[in-house]
Structure formats: structure tokens, C-alpha cells
């Protein structure tokens, strides 16, 4: 999400090692510490069209590309 | 009616039978959380803050503490302490005020006694002094530089560590380039909107019986959308481990997403080990209104652009939800459900921004209608300034498969296009607009969501089933479930009992909420059926002696080439003497629900003299997947539409200058009634899930999206209004008819 921008210096695209979400997310702490709280705090993940509530351990590869979005319940 | 995109051939999945709970509630003997009478229980009145925003000074009991009948008086200082990270630390303020009232109503001490009006009286005879703190009422004033603090605890989210703001989260999405694109647009058309807060409007107010024991152990009975989340937030919130919390779920008389989170429980729980009894604690309606959670307001400004052949080019939106005294993600979800239409160039900034008013909760699609209202209805001035016909140029710029919603996420297999297609072909839409009415369409979308589910199946010595899961059953999940499994094994779906078991007798559910019952939970009945046709297989094949893989099961029966069939009975009456008892079960977290558009479609008439808008003719269409019960499937439609016609035109939260609702019952509160809306004629469009076994996409929130803007938009066609305020109600109707005269 755009929020997240404020943690990056304004870069919306990064290159990110991790074969999980949750490595991602590690490797961001790493790089922007506080994204990976912030990350984990309460976003959701969209992965190859489907959302993913708790996307810690969720594989991605190469082609993979990961939106982190608000958390989804509903009415 | 139905659009079925692949007629399917199933033998149940697509039937009518009467709903397996059907008897008990139409005769009365349905059991609600209220109708739950323990011996020696008592009864709760709770003490509220007169208050929309003050300091709890002192809180004093002693009086209270010495009226007839007072058994036990909760206040603040009887709960723990929370982490203010701790994820519950929100709701457990919200319970019950801890030395800050943040709205008026918020609980500040709670009574047990004998009789409610032994209660009653004793809540009146507690003495709180308050110190009154400036409010926070509306999105200007929260907005606004300097604006007092509506809650001193929040911290904007998704933000580095800051001060205590107004602001929950602030989202900005772009791509493209909507300033040039909009520079460059053939047509451009802003307007700005509101609207106030709604409620669910549930029939049933909320209701628990707790009753503690001296082993530590509590049993809760209560109406919920989601009984293992009322043990899991009650446990959290007083400090207990879950296991010591037993949740029986009562029938439920409407949800809609308000019964998502926990008002009464946890007080009840400690009014009940404070007194050594159960405890019963009903909210009365007022209570209802005043202190449980309604839809956010939202003020929204939307700018579109569009060629002359009616290509949308660009969006520019400012969005803002009001979310009462505790912050959320309303706001973010309100931006991330601009999904509808491909929109090459987007600039989207949503807030989410607390006020001093209820602690909002989930309403159906929650956030989507506010920005569908603002959206459809500016699509449809861009129609009216080209004569398109409104169909048209929805089907001109409908998202697709891959298309990318606001968030940047593609979409995966969508059915909007042919729901615009359905509702075009429709006989209504084919049909001339009747004469001194004026006709609107519009559009709306949801997510959905999958998220954990848990099913036993077991069969019984006789071939029948019962089936449990732990999803309150809301809109008719109890026949979707038989359905399902009557369709795998091959039995009457009247030999199917399905149960919405207790938080003991079940495999942890999530809520039933964001339309997942029929989809997640119905995917974990099928996968526990599976199961079970497997072992079926492996008996029969004991029975006739042969391997498991010379049996297959057909229609509800073990065949083997040269044996009579084995029908389901006749294995599981020899279960003994083959390996005992069968039952499977199957849990899972479910990826993959499928994303639900609807396109609503309305005629009405104005009243130019009085601004009373009438409906004479409204179809709802919607992409369902796979309509399980079809009977339901409508029925959540024709449920949305009615929620959203009672938003549109009639309700709303109305405070006064102190922050005081003026409207806290159902005379001055109106929902539609069936006088106020004629039948709401419904099209299923079935455009199967791929990540379902038959298809399912949730059905139950979609429906709520599409009204406001078809109100709307048929008001604008009637009268030349355009009405950007929600509700449009009479007066509003009225003053703008006067504007523009």
C-alpha cells in the first residue's frame, strides 16, 4: 500500500529476496525499519489473485508479485 | 430466474428444498439467546455516558451496591489491563469505558440483580462525576488543524511512531496519470458527496446468557455471526484461557455484520463470577443504536473523465470515512473497492478518521457502498452528458478477468459483464419505463473472503447425516451445507442434519462475515465428505471382498461390476463388523473466494411536492458462482436491496450539537417495511469459482453496493436533481427540487 511509501523514502518498487512473505517482510525490516511491523501489524496479502489474511508463510518466487493490502473481513 | 453460464447437472446443488430450520422458526420454537433462561439468573442494566466526550472523575457504587436485589457492579477497574497493542484492547475500551467516555452511551458500569427493574434502579443510583472534554462530531471537525482529540489513544496506522491523531490510516493509490488524463478528457465530471451513519437495523438486539462456575470454567450462550470469536475476544479481553470458555451459538435474528465483535459478553462473564450466578444481559433497542456499531459516514468528492465515445479515462477521488471513537480500516477498504471499472489512470486518496460517535462495525460489503454511491452516480451524469445508455457504457469500461482493481491487484474470473448483460436482456430493463417514472442502474462489487473453517460429518447406523460446522448460520448455510453433502454422498438431502455446533464440538470456525459460510465452510463439508466416500469405498469393498479400487461410488452407492450396489445405509449398518464408526472431518483456511458484482436496477417516481421518492419496479442482479439454494441466494439479494434502499432514502444516525443520537429507536430510526418497497425481482447470474468444488462466490454482501447509486441515478433521471447527500430523504429531496427551481 501507498502508507507504506513513508517508510521507503517514497520508493514504491523494490527488489526483495524471500521465499516466503514472511522472509520478505524480514528482509524489508532489514532495509526500512519499521515497514515489517507496520507490514505485519495488519495488512493482508493478495498472491496470484487471492487474497491471503495470514500470508507469513505463503511461497513466492521470482514472478511473483505481492500486494499488501488493508485487512479483509466483511459484514 | 437464472443465467447459468454451465448448466451443471447436479443432481441437488440448484434445488428449493424448505430450509432445515425452517419449522422451528416459523412456529416459535426457535431458540434465541434471549428466549435462554437459567435458574437463579440474574439481569444487567448498564450505567452510560450522558456524554459524548468526558473524563470519568469518579465512579461510586456504595448506593447501588445496597438496593434490593443487586447481586454484583462491574466498572472499569474490574477488567485487566491490555498491552495497547494487544489486538483486543480496543474493544475491551469499548465494552466498558476505562476513566474516558469516548461517545455518548459508552458503557461505564454494569448491574446484576434479580429483576431488571431492580437493576434498573440500581444502575440509576451509580454516581459518576464527569469531566466534559470538547467533541469531535463530523469529518470537518476531525479533519480540521487543532482539532481536539476524539480518542487520546489512537495512533495513526501503517504511519512511523507519531502523536495521538484523528487519523486511523490514510491511504493514497495512483497509477497512470489522472491530472493529464483528466486535462486531456473529452468530458470531466466532479461532485462531491456524503453520508451519515447507518445502522444493521437486526431485528434481534444483542443477548447473552453467561454463566461462570467455581471451576474457573464459564458457558456462554449468546447470539453472534461468529461464536469461537466471541470466546476468543471475551478470553482475551478478561485475561482466561480460551478452553475455559464454552460458546454455545443461539439462532441469530440478523447480523449484517454487526454481530462480528462482542458487546456484552465479557461483562456478564464478570458479573456472573462476581455474584456466583448466571447472568442474562439483553441490550435494549436504544441500547442497540446508541452503542453498538453502525456503517461509517463518509464525505467524498469524485472527479471522472471519459472520451466522447464514453471511454472512462481517469479517476480522481478524495474519500473519507468517519468510524466513530476508535480507529479502523474502513477507510483503506473503502479505496481498495473501487474495482469495477478499468480506469487506465487513478489518483484515490482515502482517510479514516475518528469522531466522537459508536465504535462503527461491519455492515455488508462494508465501505464499498459509500464509494459505489459516490462513483455509479457520477458514471451516470457522464452517460446523461453522452445519451449513452447506461448499460452501455458500464459495458464499455467493465473490469475483466486481469483487469487491476484500485489496490493494483488483477482481478481474477469476474462475472461483471455478464450481470450487466442479464439486467440489459432482462424484462424489466426490456420493458418501457412507465409513464411519470424515471428509471436508474447501477453497479456494485465485494470481495469476499475465505479464512478458516472446520466440518464433521458423521453417518449415522440408519444412512442419514449430520453435519456440524461452526458457522451461525445467518442466510441459510444449514441447507447449503445439506445441499452439498446430499450432492456428494448421494442421499436425500432430508436425511442431511446440519448443526451449527458449539466451540466443544467443533473445529475452530472464523466469523461468519465478508460472505464466506457457503464458500469456506461448505468447501471443508466437501473435503470431510470425500473423505468419507473414500472409506465408504474401502467398507463396501470389505463387504464384497474385493479391493478398495473396484468400488466406485455413484448416486449415493458402492458398486462393483457383478455385485448389487451397496446404498449408504446398507454400509453403514454393517459399520461395526467393517471398522467402526464413520466420520471424517475436515478443516482448512480457504484461499480463493471468488469476487461478486451485482447491477441493481430501479423505476421510481418523486413527489415534487413532498420529495417522497417511491419505488415502483427494482431488479437486483448478481453473479453468485453456483447458486447452492437459489431460494437463499435471492433471498440475500432481495435483503441487500431492501438494507440499501433503506440507506438510500430513509435512514441515518441524527445527532445533535452535544453528539446525542435524536433517533434511537425503530419509530424515528425507519428501516423499509414491506408497504415501503414493492418485490424486489432478483437474476442470478452463475459465473462458477474456479477455487470451489461447485463454484460458490459469497452472495451475501454484494447485494447492499449497488442501491444508492440506482436510487440515485433513477432520482437524477426524474427530476434533473442530482442528490449527493445520503439518505435522500423527503427534505432533502425537497430542498434540492427548491435549489434547483
Request: one cysteine or more.
Amino acid at each position: 500500500m501507498a502508507e507504506h511509501r513513508r517508510f521507503t523514502g517514497g520508493e514504491a518498487v523494490l527488489e526483495v529476496n524471500g521465499a516466503t512473505v514472511g522472509a520478505v517482510i524480514n528482509e524489508l525490516e532489514v532495509r526500512f525499519p519499521g515497514l515489517g511491523a507496520a507490514l505485519r501489524a495488519g495488512s493482508s496479502a493478495g498472491i496470484n489473485g487471492e487474497i491471503h489474511a495470514e500470508p507469513e508463510f505463503v511461497a513466492v518466487n521470482p514472478e511473483t508479485t505481492i500486494y499488501f493490502v488493508a485487512p479483509l473481513a466483511g459484514g | 430466474m437464472t443465467a447459468t453460464e454451465n448448466p451443471t447437472g447436479y443432481k441437488w446443488i440448484g434445488t428449493r428444498p424448505v430450509r432445515h430450520d425452517g419449522y422451528e422458526k416459523v412456529v416459535g420454537k426457535a431458540r434465541f439467546a434471549a428466549d435462554l433462561d437459567l435458574t437463579g439468573q440474574l439481569y444487567t442494566a448498564y450505567v452510560r455516558s450522558p456524554h459524548a466526550h468526558a473524563r470519568v472523575l469518579s465512579i461510586d457504587t456504595a448506593a447501588a451496591e445496597a438496593m434490593p436485589g443487586v447481586k454484583a457492579i462491574v466498572t472499569g477497574a474490574d477488567f485487566p489491563d491490555l498491552d495497547p497493542l494487544d489486538p483486543n484492547y480496543d474493544v475491551s475500551i469499548n465494552v466498558m469505558a476505562r476513566g474516558t467516555a469516548l461517545y455518548h452511551g459508552h458503557a461505564i458500569a454494569a448491574v446484576a440483580a434479580l429483576t431488571k427493574a431492580e437493576a434498573r434502579a440500581a444502575a440509576a443510583a451509580v454516581a459518576v462525576s464527569y469531566d466534559v472534554l470538547p467533541a469531535v462530531l463530523t469529518i470537518d471537525e476531525a479533519m480540521a488543524e487543532g482539532a481536539p482529540l476524539a480518542n487520546e489513544e489512537n495512533y495513526q496506522k501503517f504511519a512511523p511512531p507519531g502523536d495521538p491523531t484523528n487519523i486511523s490510516t490514510h491511504t493514497p493509490l495512483e497509477r497512470g496519470d489522472a491530472a493529464e488524463a483528466l486535462a486531456g478528457a473529452d468530458i470531466v465530471i466532479e461532485r462531491e458527496f456524503d453520508a451519515a451513519h447507518v445502522h444493521q437495523g437486526y431485528i434481534e438486539p444483542h443477548a447473552c446468557v453467561v454463566d461462570a462456575g467455581l471451576d474457573g470454567k464459564a458457558n456462554v450462550w449468546c447470539s453472534s455471526q461468529g461464536h469461537f470469536m466471541i470466546r476468543a475476544v471475551t478470553a482475551g479481553i478478561l485475561g482466561r484461557e480460551t478452553s475455559r470458555i464454552k460458546v454455545t451459538p443461539a439462532e441469530i435474528g440478523g447480523g449484517f455484520g454487526g454481530k462480528t465483535t462482542v458487546y456484552l459478553e465479557p461483562v456478564a462473564l464478570l458479573l456472573s463470577e462476581k455474584s456466583g450466578r448466571p447472568v442474562k444481559s439483553v441490550m435494549t433497542r436504544e441500547e442497540v443504536l446508541r452503542a453498538t456499531g453502525p456503517a461509517p459516514g463518509c464525505k467524498m468528492r469524485v472527479k471522472i473523465g471519459a472520451t466522447k465515445d464514453g471511454e472512462l479515462v481517469a479517476l480522481d477521488a478524495w474519500m473519507a470515512y468517519s468510524l466513530g471513537a476508535f480507529g479502523d480500516f474502513a477507510g483503506m477498504v473503502g479505496a481498495m473497492s473501487v474495482a469495477s471499472y478499468k480506469f487506465p489512470n487513478l489518483k484515490l486518496e482515502a482517510w479514516g478518521v475518528l469522531t466522537n460517535t459508536p465504535k462503527t462495525a461491519a455492515y455488508r460489503a462494508p465501505s464499498a457502498p459509500h464509494a459505489a454511491f459516490a462513483i455509479e452516480s457520477v458514471i451516470d451524469e457522464i452517460a446523461i452528458e453522452l445519451d449513452m445508455d447506461p448499460i452501455d457504457l458500464r459495458l464499455k469500461n467493465a473490469a475483466v478477468e486481469g483487469d487491476l482493481t484500485a489496490m493494483g491487484m488483477p482481478h481474477p474470473r469476474i462475472g461483471f459483464v455478464e450481470c450487466l448483460e442479464a439486467l440489459k436482456a432482462s424484462p424489466h430493463y426490456q420493458s418501457p419505463v412507465p409513464e411519470g417514472a424515471s428509471r436508474g442502474v447501477a453497479a456494485g462489487f465485494w470481495f469476499n473472503i475465505g479464512e478458516q473453517s472446520s466440518a464433521t460429518v458423521n453417518l449415522n447406523e440408519d444412512g442419514t447425516a449430520t453435519v456440524l460446522t461452526g458457522s451461525p448460520d445467518i442466510g441459510g448455510s444449514r441447507a447449503s451445507m445439506a445441499l452439498m453433502t446430499a450432492e456428494e454422498l448421494g442421499i436425500d438431502v432430508y436425511a442431511i442434519t446440519p448443526v451449527v455446533a458449539d466451540t466443544e464440538a467443533v473445529g475452530f470456525t472464523d466469523v461468519t462475515e465478508g460472505s464466506r459460510a457457503t464458500f469456506a465452510t461448505g468447501k471443508a463439508v466437501v473435503e470431510a465428505c470425500r473423505e468419507l466416500i473414500g472409506e465408504l469405498k474401502i467398507r463396501a469393498a470389505t463387504i464384497h471382498g474385493v479391493e478398495p479400487d473396484q468400488v466406485e461410488w455413484i448416486d449415493g452407492a458402492a458398486h462393483v461390476e457383478g455385485k448389487d450396489p451397496l446404498s449408504l445405509a446398507q454400509i453403514t449398518e454393517q459399520a461395526k463388523r467393517t471398522g467402526g464408526p464413520l466420520t471424517a472431518t475436515a478443516s482448512l483456511n480457504a484461499a480463493g473466494a471468488g469476487p461478486s458484482f451485482a447491477v441493481h436496477c430501479a423505476d421510481v417516481t418523486v413527489d415534487e411536492e413532498t420529495g417522497q421518492v417511491t419505488i415502483i419496479r427494482y431488479t437486483a442482479v448478481q453473479d453468485a458462482g453456483t447458486a447452492i439454494h437459489p431460494s437463499y441466494v435471492e433471498g440475500q439479494m432481495q435483503g441487500g436491496s431492501v438494507q440499501g434502499i433503506g440507506w438510500a432514502l430513509n435512514e441515518e444516525y441524527i445527532y445533535n450539537a452535544d453528539g446525542v443520537m435524536q433517533n434511537a429507536g425503530f419509530l424515528d430510526y425507519r428501516i423499509p417495511v414491506a408497504s415501503d418497497i414493492p418485490m424486489i425481482e432478483t437474476i442470478i447470474v452463475e459465473v462458477p469459482n474456479p477455487s470451489h468444488p461447485y463454484g460458490v462466490r459469497g452472495v451475501g454482501e454484494t447485494g447492499i453496493v449497488p442501491p444508492m447509486g440506482t436510487l440515485g441515478n433513477a432520482i437524477r433521471r426524474a427530476t434533473g436533481v442530482r442528490m449527493t447527500s445520503m439518505p435522500m430523504s423527503p427534505p432533502k429531496v425537497l430542498a434540492r427540487l427548491s435549489e434547483n427551481n
